[in-house]
């Protein structure tokens, strides 16, 4: 039964002939705009994940501490609010770390009579204290202490990056939203030719006793194959255009917002993309109205 | 096995109710051949449509294979079709399959097992005698072939009850003495067999009990 439900289907699918063709088509460009945008999104998200993830507050300390009151003061930042890690960073360790990143040019360093770099506690903020009004309440509480000379840090771009990226994701879902409903109703429109094209077999099914499922499943079907098509369709564009624009888009990524490479969809987001596929041909299956009677 | 209850039917065409049938009443039981005879317009496959269920009485009762027809659902409407063979004027067959597959339609659609397909599909042909004309086309049979083509759909599910409507209809004599002989078959293995006719001498030759509809009335039951 199974298997003569789904050759139905493809009869009927057939039988819609170009309307089919367009209704795939235009699923393709919906699912296609969703899920480019969703890509941007993603890799966005991820840029700014790592972000967050390597926010530190630096507290400057006036001067060098001894050993046990830098452990002292190390234990009394971790006691406070917002605060995930703390870590001592001291003058020798500042220098070295100077060195390291002017790399070929440390030696200019060596020429310094004293060492100018001051002492600090290099904070990282709890997951709220990374949000901007958590990173401000930290820099005004780390700014009250006695040891501190200055406080730096500030998370501020980092959330504007999350808010373009929450704003890619809108107009994406936005632009596929317009797209889909295009889409459905070409859908609904091959499967009302389609009606009307096996407008005497579904008599006939009638006739002779076929249960109502028997008769609508073919329709939800082929609508589920034309939606399930597109999806594809457009997932093959998306991993194609990948495959070509991700490294050379690399570079510009990594100078604008420090991504290493462009990632893929992830599997959650392909599969989601199937599914909406096919519930959209579904939903244009489902609206398409025929004769009823006999 | 068949019992109509003071049947009438009446459509309304805008706010004009035209009458169909009027207090119509007989009983058919299991295994009789009953001619259903008038002229065009005489209510006859109204009459008819009420036995499958595709109208309902305006008044009265109707009941097929034992079953009242008054409030069924449905999913019971459908179960009561699986044991109704219909055979129209006109042939009705779906023109971009073969005749083996416009046969084997309604034995996919009703869930029979694939193994049993064939060879069912195949004793109705043999049954009207299309077995050799199995994988052609309906546009490449004669009227009469592609009549016996329905006839062999109508019968493959072994229906209890068989309504032909106008069956001979569109044939020359020869053909509809082809047809006719293949229903009297159909009726000698048990099924009861509704025929309808608009022909005279159609009915007196079939030599069965004729009911004869004038103007939506039953005005004869002639045994």
């Given at each position: 039964?199974?298997g ?50 390597r926010?530190?507050v630096i ?6 501490p ?17 605060v ?12 070295a ?5 002017l ?15 001051p ?31 200055d ?33 459905i ?20 099914m ?7 499922v ?7 079907l ?12 457009a ?20 100078v ?11 599997v ?8 909406a ?18 | 096995?068949?019992a ?9 065409v ?20 009953v ?58 067959l ?13 034995l996919?659609?009703?869930?029979a ?51 032909a ?11 509809g ?8 078959d159909?009726?000698?293995g ?9 022909q ?24």
């Amino acid at each position: 039964m199974i298997g003569f439900l789904v050759g139905e289907a493809f009869r009927d699918l057939r039988r819609a002939g170009r309307v089919a063709v367009s209704a795939i088509v235009l699923i393709m460009l919906s699912l296609g705009a969703v899920g480019g945008f969703l890509l941007l999104a993603d890799n966005l998200g991820a840029a700014v994940s790592s972000w967050r993830e390597r926010l530190r507050v630096i507290v400057y300390l006036k001067a060098e501490p001894s050993t046990a009151s830098a452990a002292a003061l190390v234990k009394r930042v971790e006691a406070m609010p917002d605060v995930a890690a703390v870590r001592y960073v001291g003058r020798a360790e500042a220098l070295a770390a100077l060195k390291q990143v002017l790399g070929k040019e440390a030696g200019a360093a060596d020429h310094l009579s004293v060492n100018p770099l001051p002492a600090s506690l290099e904070v990282t903020p709890s997951t709220h204290g990374a949000t901007p009004d958590g990173a401000r309440r930290l820099v005004e509480r780390l700014s009250t202490l006695p040891e501190a000379e200055d406080v730096a840090g500030g998370v501020e771009w980092v959330d504007k990056l999350a808010r373009i990226q929450r704003l890619v994701t809108l107009v994406g879902l936005g632009f596929g939203a317009v797209l889909a409903i295009a889409a459905i109703l070409t859908v609904t429109t091959a499967t009302t030719l389609v009606l009307h094209a096996r407008r005497h077999e579904t008599e006939i099914m009638r006739l002779v006793g076929a249960p109502e499922v028997t008769i609508r499943l073919p329709l939800l079907l082929q609508g589920m194959v034309q939606g399930l098509l597109g999806a594809a369709l457009a997932l093959g564009g998306l991993a194609l255009a990948h495959h070509f624009l991700a490294p050379k888009l690399a570079p510009l990524m990594a100078v604008a917002v420090g991504l290493a490479q462009v990632s893929f969809l992830p599997v959650a987001h392909i599969a989601a993309i199937a599914l909406a596929g096919t519930v959209l041909g579904a939903l244009g299956g489902l609206m398409a109205r025929g004769r009823r009677n006999a | 096995m068949i019992a109509l209850e003071r049947v009438s039917k009446t459509f309304a065409v805008g706010p004009v109710k035209v009458p169909a049938l009027t207090d119509v009443s007989f009983r058919v039981a299991k295994g009789e051949f009953v001619v259903l005879h008038g002229r065009s317009g005489a209510g006859k496959t109204t009459l008819l449509k009420l036995l499958y269920r595709a109208e309902t009485p305006s008044e009265g009762d109707v009941e097929v294979l034992g079953q009242p027809l008054g409030r069924l659902r449905p999913r019971a409407v459908a179960a009561l079709r699986r044991n109704i063979g219909v055979v129209f004027q006109d042939a009705k067959l779906l023109p971009g399959r073969n005749v083996y597959d416009n046969i084997a339609f309604v034995l996919r659609v009703l869930g029979a097992p694939r193994g049993e397909i064939t060879e069912r599909v195949f004793d109705a042909l043999r049954a009207v005698g299309l077995h050799s004309r199995a994988r052609a086309y309906p546009a490449q049979l004669s009227q009469g072939e592609a009549q016996r083509a329905t006839l062999a759909r109508a019968i493959v599910r072994r229906p209890s009850l068989l309504i032909a409507d106008e069956p001979t209809g569109n044939l020359d004599d020869e053909m509809g003495a082809e047809i006719i002989q293949v229903i009297r078959d159909v009726n000698a293995g048990g099924t009861t067999v509704i025929f309808a006719t608009h022909q005279a001498r159609l009915a007196a030759f079939l030599k069965s009990r004729v009911l004869v509809l004038d103007g939506g009335r039953l005005v004869k039951d002639e045994g």
